[in-house]
């Protein structure tokens, strides 16, 4: 982390699309507005992304603009998500984002912090950990990137209607949480006794091990209220949960 | 003193008790809904996990039950949005909570009172579950999805019988 910094944001989990105005304004603004030196978006900033081609027009091309306008005034780094793991180098570029593999360790403020979605740990979910290889692979990403974009918009809607009618067939599916002892195992690999996460839509702390603390990130979701959106902030004091910025602070 | 209500669902019986000292007018507010039969059969409609459980305004099938005049908002009473405590819903407009509420079901510190402004009014809470948080929990957890524009509805109704003031 460069020296200068004083703080850095952490959020995931927007779930951004056309039909999410509350929520695209408030990211907005807070993009626009937030005095962090860094913004480090971890994974699911879109409710699905089928091709960095789609960002030229519509709502996809309203986000770019939003990261292009922060990124000149503050550093932007992205880490994919399980709906928008198909954002590729030519979406980072244009926005002037830094990829961020999945894990990443961060050395900020003399400490070292890691940084996942929260999707490849959630080891009890079986179902999803198959499918999410099949879909990481480079032979499905090409497969599926050769189509036509039109095709791809309307495979990623069918998977998100069979996703919600899966949701009336299957007994109770709570969010699958962390596995516990792998992600303490990340941390020891990472030399890092934090780790910070989203995906499950629980936000929280609490410690998995001796030692070993996580926080997961609130996702965000302002189309009814109350509605949720926070953001985690790390500064030279450690990590505090903060309101999205919503004007230049004085 | 204290108001109560009751509060029998599907899932179980729930008792509030209603702080009328800090919040007069949403608890008065509150009891003129319940003491006209307004809740009966109107659903919990928004459940989120880890969040709040939210109902009072629709019937099975998402029809809105017509409401009173929009209240004033009372977050600034000094009550905060920690777990089962129940507050009033409304828009994104400060002063505009009719008849829904919700019950808080983790500690939500950003729903608390803040400023006098469109970003920081908060969400007025004026009672608590007193008896019945295992029912909150249980209504937490229940399946949902989407149904018609409504997200985060339970797939199977979350019906509010008959909510009734306590002597």
Known sequence: ??????????????????????????????????????VFILGDLFEAWVGDDSRSTGFE??????????????????????????????????????????????????????????????????????????????????????????????IARQLRDASEARKHQLPLHEWADVDADEAVRWMQAADAPVLIHGHTHRPGTNELAPGFVRYVLSDWDLEESPGRAQVLRLDADGLTRVTPSTAAAR | MAKHVLLQTNHGDMKLE??????????RNFLSYVN????????????????????????????????????????ANGLKNNRYTVAMARTQVPHSATAQFFINTTDNDFLNFKAESVQGWGYAVFGKVVDGTDVVDGIESVKTGRR????????????????TEMA
């Open chain 2, 36 to 75: 006209n039969g307004h809740y009966d059969g109107t659903v919990f409609h928004r459940v989120i996990k880890g969040f709040m459980i939210q109902g009072g305004g629709f019937e099975p099938g998402m029809k809105q039950r017509p409401t009173d005049a929009p209240i004033n908002n009372e977050a």
């Open chain 2, 18 to 27: 209603l702080d009328d000292a800090l919040a007069p007018a949403s608890v």
């Open chain 1, 61 to 154: 091309n309203q986000c770019v603009g939003v990261l292009v306008r922060a990124a000149k005034h503050r550093s932007l780094a992205f880490m994919v998500g399980n709906r928008d793991f198909l954002v590729g180098a030519d979406m980072l570029d244009e926005c002037g984002a830094t990829a961020l593999p999945d894990p990443t360790v961060v050395l900020a403020f003399g400490r070292r912090w890691l940084l996942s979605h929260g999707d490849a740990l959630c080891l009890a979910d079986v179902d999803y950990q198959s499918y999410r290889a099949e879909v990481r692979s480079a032979a499905w990403r090409e497969r599926f990137l050769s189509m036509p974009l039109a095709q791809r918009r309307t």
């Open chain 1, 1 to 38: 982390m460069p020296p200068t910094w004083k703080s850095i944001d952490f959020i995931s989990d927007l779930h951004l699309a056309h039909d999410t105005p509350r929520t695209y304004s408030a990211w907005a603004k807070h993009m626009a507005h937030t005095p962090a030196d860094a």
């Open chain 2, 148 to 163: 018609g524009s409504h997200d985060d509805a339970p797939l199977d109704d979350v019906l509010i019988v008959k909510a």
